[in-house]
């Protein structure tokens, strides 16, 4: 029996299933299999459970490792501040990171992550991941409209006004009035397929404080759902306030999963927790039986 080893871990709530093929001397699997396994392994019903697949493998020209994001529906994703630093445990309990760093080479760019260890353990507690540049060009984005600034987009009868951003994936950052009154999981499954987003988009639901310097987020998650926590929303939500005098440059972001700390500067930094749950070995043969683990 192959058994394949995955890790449970979650990042202020938001959680995934990282496979490490570090040691894993065959080549990466196929993508449409690798789909389809994120489809079953993420299932909350039918197989493990989680926001995404994350495979962890071996890099190169300078990069310790190279993440693959898989989101619950089994579409790649670009990147995730919070999934990064859930791959930084793992990777740490391999043998990575030593100095204290970890370089990882992402769907969105190259990322540098500094490790906070326990001093018992040496276990991985919380990590820093440098983020890379905001942008507000819509090519980048990518965006389909002339200006990613003062958007609006209409769903039944309710308005929602904001800007795009990315982040290595693209955002659109909505302000709401009340974030329990806001129409999460009604609404944004719509505005993530909104035509201007050429890729769909990630939607923030922000309201700025109760502190000064500190931002309220709900958000609806490009082919996964509402979660507990986003890291390139948390980033882009504190880009956008920035822009429009709403925050300084030490932004604390509150989520209901937990709490995020984003520096914006030349690039953006988010720091935040890492919380292991569990491993599991799985006969790599669910993986084929019917499509579920």
């Known amino acids: 029996m192959t058994t394949i080893g995955l890790a449970k871990l979650h990042a202020t709530g938001n959680d995934f299933l990282v496979w490490s093929r570090l040691g894993d001397g065959a080549g990466p699997p196929a993508p449409e299999a690798l ?19 994350i495979v962890l493998e071996p ?3 300078g990069a310790d490792c190279t993440m693959t994001l898989l989101n619950a529906d089994g579409g790649v994703a670009e ?6 630093r859930c791959l930084a445990w793992v990777a740490v309990r391999e043998g990575l990171g030593e100095s204290g760093r970890l370089v990882v080479d992402t769907g969105g760019g190259r990322r540098i992550v500094d490790l906070q260890l326990d001093a018992a353990t040496g276990a991985l507690v ?15 984005i990518p ?16 308005t929602y006004r904001g800007d795009a951003a990315g982040m290595g994936n693209p955002h659109f950052v909505t302000f709401v009035d009340d974030l329990a009154d806001a129409r999460v999981t009604q609404h944004g499954p719509h505005l993530e397929h909104d035509p201007r987003f050429p890729n769909r988009t990630n939607v923030e639901f922000v309201v700025p404080g109760p502190e000064p310097d500190a931002l309220r987020m709900r958000v609806w998650e490009r082919g996964v759902g509402e979660t507990l926590s986003c890291g390139t929303g948390a980033c882009a939500a504190a880009a956008v306030a920035h822009r429009r005098d709403l925050v300084g440059d030490r932004v604390t972001v509150h989520l209901p999963g937990g709490d995020l700390l984003v520096e914006l500067g030349a690039t953006v930094r988010l720091g935040g927790p890492v919380v292991h749950v569990f491993d599991v070995q799985l006969d790599a043969a669910c993986l084929t039986r019917g499509g579920r683990a």
């Open 79 to 84: 990147m995730s501040g919070n999934g990064v």
């Open 59 to 61: 890099g190169s020209g």
């Open 126 to 140: 919380a990590a820093t991941v440098d983020m890379g540049p905001v942008t507000f060009d819509p090519a980048a």
């Open 143 to 158: 965006l389909d409209a002339p200006s990613p600034f003062d958007l609006e987009a209409t769903f039944h009868g309710r």
């Open 35 to 53: 789909a389809a396994d994120a489809v079953a392994l993420c299932d909350r019903h039918r197989g493990v459970g989680a926001d995404g697949l």
